[in-house]
């Protein structure tokens, strides 16, 4: 589903709001609610660093085996990229959005979360390799992503261009990127479904081809704009309007195409049906609203857990 009318800007003061988290995440408030009223869960959520959340027993129930007795999840998240997954500051913990989603569906259904951090295109070999059990990476389901993966929605972002400050190359939308250098995640939405959409209306234009430059990460590709190697960025919105208020030298010309993003889950895992049953717990909590807003993303809250709704 499409949804172009959402507005996911980074808010003026997210840099604060972001510092404010790094310092106060250890000790984190409890949501109020049920789990208000439960010491155990409450101390078990302060050392996740999110709101507490009851254990949805239904979720549990639908656990693999392995992991019932494991009582452990190993989710993959990509390397650092504020805000939906950077260090704690000076620490090689991982906090974000995409982080503490995963540690409420670990909250949900009663496991420890173990991140492990990996470059984005090694997520979807590792697990199929059973390194990790799932992934909370802001993936957009695809359909040649569910031939291996299935997928359950938990956020929505959308696609955002950065230019050098001032936009010398006048790039106002995706429509004007023909022919332009243009920084890309390796793996990414952006550079395995939109860019080759780009070239299609570029060559029917007459104009030349996108030029694509790939990187392992999206602060390697701002490192890149910035030295004036690149013309623009595009990735998600999140981390291009955040890098936008850290860094004078760039701007955003244009946030479009907002889509749902889905936790992963290898196919043949069977954990699809706990961790749907849990992120319908999630998403309608006060403690889902509260790590939104801790990242000040809270237009990118969703109503609905979908499971494989393919983009």
Same mark, same amino acid.
């Given at each position: 589903?499409?949804?172009?009318?959402?507005?996911?800007?980074?808010?003026?003061?997210?840099?604060?709001?972001? !510092? +404010?988290?790094?310092?106060?995440?250890?000790?984190?408030?409890?949501?109020?609610? #049920?789990?208000?009223?439960? #010491?155990?869960?409450?101390?078990?959520?302060?050392?996740?660093?999110?709101?507490?959340?009851?254990?949805?027993?239904?979720?549990?129930?639908?656990?693999? %085996?392995?992991?019932? =007795?494991?009582?452990?999840?190993?989710?993959?998240?990509?390397?650092?990229?504020?805000?939906? *997954?950077?260090?704690?500051?000076?620490?090689?913990?991982?906090?974000? +959005?995409?982080?503490?989603?995963?540690?409420?569906?670990?909250? =949900?259904?009663?496991?420890?979360?173990?991140?492990?951090?990996?470059?984005?295109?090694?997520?979807?070999?590792?697990?199929?390799?059973?390194?990790?059990?799932?992934?909370v990476s802001s993936m957009t389901p695809t359909e040649k992503r569910m031939e291996?993966? $299935?997928?359950? /929605?938990?956020?929505?972002?959308?696609? =955002? &261009? !950065?230019?050098?400050?001032?936009? #010398?190359?006048? &790039?106002? /939308?995706?429509?004007?990127?023909?022919?332009?250098?243009?920084?890309?995640?390796?793996?990414?939405? *952006?550079?395995?479904?939109?860019?080759?959409?780009y070239d299609e209306a570029c060559a029917a234009a007459g104009k030349d081809a996108?030029?694509?430059? %790939?990187? *392992? $990460?999206?602060?390697?590709?701002?490192?890149?704009?910035?030295?004036?190697?690149?013309?623009?960025?595009?990735? /998600?919105?999140?981390?291009?309007?955040? =890098?936008?208020? *850290?860094?004078?030298?760039? @701007?955003?010309?244009?946030?479009? %195409?907002?889509?749902?993003?889905?936790?992963?889950? #290898?196919? @043949?895992?069977?954990?699809?049906?706990?961790?749907? !049953?849990?992120?319908?717990?999630?998403?309608?909590? @006060?403690?889902?609203?509260?790590?939104?807003?801790?990242?000040?993303?809270?237009?990118?809250?969703?109503?609905?857990?979908?499971?494989n709704f393919a983009q």
């Open positions: 589903m499409k949804n172009p009318t959402a507005a996911l800007r980074a808010k003026p003061g997210l840099s604060a709001i972001l !510092a +404010t988290a790094v310092l106060t995440l250890a000790v984190t408030g409890c949501s109020t609610g #049920p789990s208000a009223s439960n #010491p155990s869960r409450e101390a078990a959520a302060a050392g996740t660093g999110v709101p507490a959340l009851e254990v949805n027993q239904a979720a549990v129930d639908l656990l693999p %085996e392995s992991i019932k =007795a494991s009582k452990v999840l190993r989710v993959a998240i990509p390397t650092n990229e504020p805000p939906t *997954q950077f260090y704690r500051e000076g620490t090689q913990e991982m906090t974000g +959005t995409n982080p503490d989603v995963a540690r409420l569906i670990g909250e =949900a259904l009663g496991v420890k979360v173990d991140i492990q951090v990996a470059n984005f295109d090694s997520i979807i070999p590792g697990l199929a390799a059973n390194r990790y059990d799932m992934t291996v993966l $299935d997928f359950v /929605d938990y956020m929505q972002i959308g696609n =955002a &261009i !950065a230019v050098p400050k001032g936009n #010398p190359g006048g &790039i106002k /939308d995706e429509n004007t990127l023909c022919g332009k250098n243009i920084g890309l995640l390796t793996g990414s939405y *952006q550079l395995t479904v939109n860019v080759p959409s996108i030029q694509k430059s %790939e990187f *392992q $990460d999206t602060r390697q590709a701002i490192s890149a704009l910035t030295s004036g190697r690149l013309d623009a960025v595009l990735a /998600d919105s999140p981390i291009l309007n955040f =890098a936008a208020t *850290q860094n004078p030298g760039i @701007e955003v010309a244009r946030t479009y %195409e907002f889509t749902p993003v889905g936790v992963g889950v #290898p196919k @043949e895992s069977g954990l699809v049906k706990s961790v749907s !049953a849990a992120l319908d717990t999630v998403i309608k909590s @006060e403690s889902y609203t509260k790590v939104l807003g801790k990242y000040g993303l809270e237009s990118s809250a969703i109503t609905d857990a979908r499971v």
